[in-house]
Each structure stands twice: as structure tokens, then as C-alpha cells.
């Protein structure tokens, strides 16, 4: 193989602002659509608990929940969710 690879390459930082730019976009595309969050929701309030939610109940949390979430909420859950991937990654690839 003539392409130099080293896991490594995934630490660096144009990598990280790749992959936290790419997930700050997947996490907002993700909560601004309605309906992905009513399905998500739905499930979620799946037990004998909520089963007096209706659909409407559930649009309306989904709407507050859009609306409270930011692109710093984003950032934020995103720098988290990789700072436990690079913690995986390092444990299967040491020398990277």
C-alpha cells in the first residue's frame, strides 16, 4: 500500500475540527426536523408512565425541545460524545 496511514491521523486537530463541525451539523439537522423527533420521542414515552401522552403532547415537547436547543448545546454535546470516542480509540490504538 503506497498511502501512508496512521491512526494518529485521526487526533489531529484539523481531524477533530472536522469531525466536531460534522457532528455539530448532524446534531442540529437532527433536532430541527419534527418529524425524527416525534418518532425519537415516541419511543422514549413508550412506558406505562406517559402512556396518557398523546400525539399532540409529544409535538409540543418536540417543539419546545427544538426551540431550547442551541448550536452551542450542539458544541457542546458533541465535544463530549468525541472526548469518549477518542478515549476508545486511544485504549484500541495506544501508540496513536
Not at 64 to 75: L, P
Not at 77 to 92: P, R, S, V
Amino acid at each position: 500500500m503506497s498511502c501512508p496511514y496512521n491512526p494518529s491521523y485521526h487526533f489531529r486537530p484539523e481531524a477533530q475540527n472536522y469531525h466536531l463541525n460534522n457532528c455539530i451539523t448532524e446534531k442540529i439537522t437532527k433536532m430541527s426536523n419534527e418529524d425524527s423527533c416525534i418518532h425519537y420521542m415516541t419511543s422514549v414515552l413508550n412506558t406505562e408512565n406517559t402512556s396518557g401522552c398523546n400525539i399532540e403532547d409529544v409535538r409540543t415537547i418536540c417543539k419546545n425541545t427544538t426551540k431550547n436547543f442551541t448550536i452551542q448545546d450542539a458544541k457542546d454535546l458533541c465535544k463530549l460524545e468525541m472526548e469518549g470516542a477518542n478515549k476508545f480509540w486511544q485504549t484500541k490504538y495506544p501508540k496513536a
